[in-house]
Nanobody
Framework: QVQLEESGGGLVLAGASLSLSCAAP????????MAWYRQAPGKEREFVAT????????DYADSVKGRFTISRDNAKNTLYLQMNSLKPEDTAVYYC???????????????????WGQGTQVTVSS
């Protein structure tokens, strides 16, 4: 059973940067497409970014494009999200998600991913 563990959240001022990590202890071969989602208070969980296992396919939500960068290190079983130029509207709990099914392509759809982390809080103060 793959488990995901997010870290790196915190409280920052608008304009600052923050880097999130998502560790998947165990065999790297069990995680394929991976993604970040976020959920603000009172709102639906929304897609942020996704990446294929080899990194050739990457997609971002329009709201973060040009500010956030998703990457992964399969040797370390870790997914990253570098967040720059943070805005108060980026405040949310950020979740890491992964697909353990090799045939599933990266997608914005939540159902693509069958493993989820517990989330890490990111708060951006104006």
């Amino acid at each position: 059973q793959v488990q995901l563990e997010e870290s790196g959240g915190g409280l920052v001022l608008a304009g600052a940067s923050l880097s999130l990590s998502c560790a998947a202890p165990g065999r790297a071969s069990t995680t394929y497409a991976m993604a970040w989602y976020r959920q603000a208070p009172g709102k639906e969980r929304e897609f942020v970014a996704t990446i294929s296992r080899g990194g050739a396919t990457i997609d971002y939500a329009d709201s973060v494009k040009g500010r956030f960068t998703i990457s992964r290190d399969n040797a370390k079983n870790t997914l990253y999200l570098q967040m720059n130029s943070l805005k108060p509207e980026d405040t949310a709990v950020y979740y890491c998600a992964a697909s353990t099914r090799v045939w599933v392509a990266p997608s914005r759809t939540r159902g693509t991913y069958d493993v989820w982390g517990q989330g890490t809080q990111v708060t951006v103060s104006s």
